[in-house]
Antibody, heavy 120, light 110 residues
Framework: QVQLQESGPGLVKASQTLSLNCTVS??????????WSWIRQPAGKGLEWIGR???????NYNPSLKSRVSMSVDTSKKQLSLNLRSVTAADTAIYYC????????????WGQGAMVTVSS | QSALTQTASVSGSPGQSITISCTGT?????????VSWYQQHPGKAPKLIIY???DRPSGISNRFSGSKSGNTASLTISGLQAEDEAEYYC??????????FGGGTKLTVL
């Protein structure tokens, strides 16, 4: 079964770019049966969908973040990447990488999450 | 896109049943079957417990059930157990090809 592991800096300075990777194991990163999403959660708050990416590289982003976010797939490394530009304290959160069932459009596998703090 | 509306908190005694509601619009919950529910224990990643409004993934207790009426989805937990105490989130696919989450409901088992 697919497992996900996020990695990246835990501390990012304001106005810089937040970059995270998600390593996929136990399954294909380009399967047509599922795709991938990033979701974040500020401390003590709810979940926010950031965007999704297919193994082909096609993407959809949350309109509220669209101007600052980009996602990509590295099939050779079996890694997904998230970049969020011009970060502020409001971007401090746990960032989750998820697998999305293509048949049911549900987030059925979650990584453990990566805590990212934006410092001034 | 506005967040789906969930009651902030709900409580129940062991053995009882509780229902958590999640209200959206015709552009999300009302328009699609892709409504799912997640359980999150403190310090843990969310876990899928209901997908496609009312289906359960393998391994999820049949004490968890989901339904939808118009623009409102509901999660019912029957036979409450102490381990059910957690935060619960709903989410729906939207007409903009995005997802929107509810604000979360904290379930306390008395």
């Amino acid at each position: 079964q697919v497992q996900l592991q996020e990695s990246g800096p835990g501390l990012v300075k304001a106005s810089q770019t937040l970059s995270l990777n998600c390593t996929v194991s136990g399954g294909s990163i380009t399967s047509g049966s599922y795709y991938w999403s990033w979701i974040r959660q500020p401390a003590g708050k709810g979940l926010e969908w950031i965007g999704r990416i297919y193994g082909s590289g096609d993407t959809n982003y949350n309109p509220s973040l669209k101007s600052r976010v980009s996602m990509s797939v590295d099939t050779s490394k079996k890694q997904l990447s998230l970049n969020l530009r011009s970060v502020t304290a409001a971007d401090t959160a746990i960032y989750y990488c998820t697998k999305v069932s293509g048949l049911h459009d549900a987030f059925d596998v979650w990584g453990q999450g990566a805590m990212v703090t934006v410092s001034s | 896109q506005s967040a789906l509306t969930q009651t902030a908190s709900v409580s129940g005694s062991p053995g009882q049943s509780i229902t958590i509601s999640c209200t959206g619009t015709s552009s999300d919950i009302g328009g699609y079957k892709y409504v799912s529910w997640y359980q999150q224990h403190p310090g843990k990643a969310p876990k899928l417990i209901i997908y496609d409004v009312s289906d359960r993934p393998s391994g999820i207790s049949n004490r968890f059930s989901g339904s939808k009426s118009g623009n409102t989805a509901s999660l019912t937990i029957s036979g409450l157990q102490a381990e059910d105490e957690a935060e619960y989130y709903c989410t729906s696919f939207t007409s903009s090809s995005t997802w929107v989450f509810g604000g979360g409901t904290k379930l306390t088992v008395l």
